[in-house]
């Protein structure tokens, strides 16, 4: 079955533990990207990614970390998370010819920061 | 700086009745997508929108873009208490280019009542 695996879905941390979120796909996508929802403010772009070691900072990277060392995966890193952190994140992928691709989005992972 | 507004943001439906939702954006695009998301859960692929005057429809919804107007419109027809969701207009940022750059409306929560 094609789809976008994030692990984990849930996760409470206390602020400055260093986590990881894993967000993995299994449909050869170009492009992923890692998205945060917080109330009336939609989904906003933390980072994505073109291509392997290809990364760009979306429209919030402040304290995020990515790497894309393989195609089929995109971890989130958040080396000193802070309150402001706690959010829904979704990771997405699609191929990069933007004709008629739309992301696929995975499961999202509820994190909150203490 | 791309900004993408949806109207309204809440939306109380009858069941049997028509309503649109609108989505406005401020830069030159050609590509928006709708996305779906139910409570607690991921965002699905409604429709692709590629080009100026594009209609697509899928059962009781229907999208349209004008680019000219920098306007989509998402249309229920006869609504059902199954498409009570909130949906999200997302553009396709074309002064970047890389692709799949969206930037997301803040979503209009759909609640469909008997």
Redesign the interface.
């Known amino acids: 079955e094609a789809q976008v695996t994030q692990n984990p879905r849930y996760l409470i941390t206390v602020t400055g533990k260093k986590l990881t979120v894993t967000c993995s796909q299994n449909m050869n996508h170009e ?1 992923m ?1 890692w ?1 945060r929802q917080d109330p ?6 933390i980072y ?1 990614s ?1 291509n392997v070691e290809v990364t ?1 900072k ?2 919030v990277p402040e304290g995020y970390k990515v790497s894309r060392k393989e195609k089929r995966n995109f971890p989130l890193i958040l080396e000193s998370p802070s309150p402001n952190q706690t959010s829904l994140y ?1 990771c ?1 992928s ?1 191929f ?13 992972t509820r994190l909150t920061v203490t | 700086e791309l900004k ?1 507004e949806q109207n309204p ?1 809440f939306l109380s439906m009858q069941e049997g009745k028509n309503y649109t939702i609108y989505c406005n954006y401020s830069t030159t695009s050609d ?1 928006l ?1 709708w ?1 779906r998301q139910d409570p607690g ?5 409604l429709f ?1 929108l ?1 080009s100026n005057g594009a209609v697509k429809q899928e059962g009781r919804l229907m999208a349209s873009l004008d680019t000219k107007a920098r306007l989509s419109t998402l249309h229920i027809t006869a609504a059902v208490h199954d498409l009570s969701a909130t949906y ?1 207009c ?1 553009v ?1 940022n074309t002064l970047k280019a ?10 209009t929560r759909v609640l469909v009542k008997p």
Do not use: C, I
Request: glycine share 18%; proline share 2%; hydrophobic share 35%.
């Open positions: 492009y990207s998205y009336g403010l939609g989904l906003r772009q994505y073109m760009d979306g429209d979704f997405a699609s990069v010819d933007r004709g008629n691709s739309p992301l696929h989005f995975g499961n999202g | 993408v943001l590509r997508y996305y859960k991921s965002l699905e692929s692709v590629l999200f997302a396709d890389a692709g799949n750059k969206l930037t997301f409306g803040g979503g």
